[in-house]
């Protein structure tokens, strides 16, 4: 099982981007999705999730601002940003919780790779 994210970019103050995560492989059941960010020099930080009920739940600085939805025929999440901030470049990084096909593999979490987003004039 392999998480592809797609999206970003550099985008002005005030502008917006949108992010794209497909889960790929044997999967039998996705539960929680989600999108995190790292910042240079700052931990990783939570900014939106979505249960598979489609309950979603957003940091409070993106409130507002960012939309996540997931489309569980196809296996992705997406996250739709806009007025954007500079305080919003980070790298972003999906994540799903997953129990695959494969006998013996346990439900685990997995991650994409990384797509930076930068947010300057």
């Known amino acids: 099982v392999q998480l592809q994210a797609s999206g970003g970019g550099l985008v002005q103050p005030g502008g917006s981007l949108s992010l794209s995560c497909t889960a790929r492989g044997s999967i039998y059941q996705i539960y929680d999705m989600a999108w995190y960010r790292q910042a240079p020099g700052k931990q990783r930080e939570l900014v939106a999730d979505?249960?598979?009920?489609?309950?979603?739940n957003y940091a409070a600085s993106v409130e507002g601002r960012f939309t996540i939805s997931r489309d569980n025929d196809k296996n992705t999440v997406s996250l739709q940003m806009h007025d954007l901030k500079p305080e919003d470049t980070a790298v972003y990084y999906c994540?799903?919780?997953?129990?695959?096909?494969?006998?013996?593999?346990?439900?685990?979490?997995?991650w994409g790779q990384g797509t930076q987003v930068t947010v300057s004039s």
């Open positions: 994540y799903a919780d997953i129990l695959p096909w494969d006998i013996g593999v346990k439900r685990q979490d997995y």
């Open positions: 979505i249960s598979s009920a489609d309950t979603s």
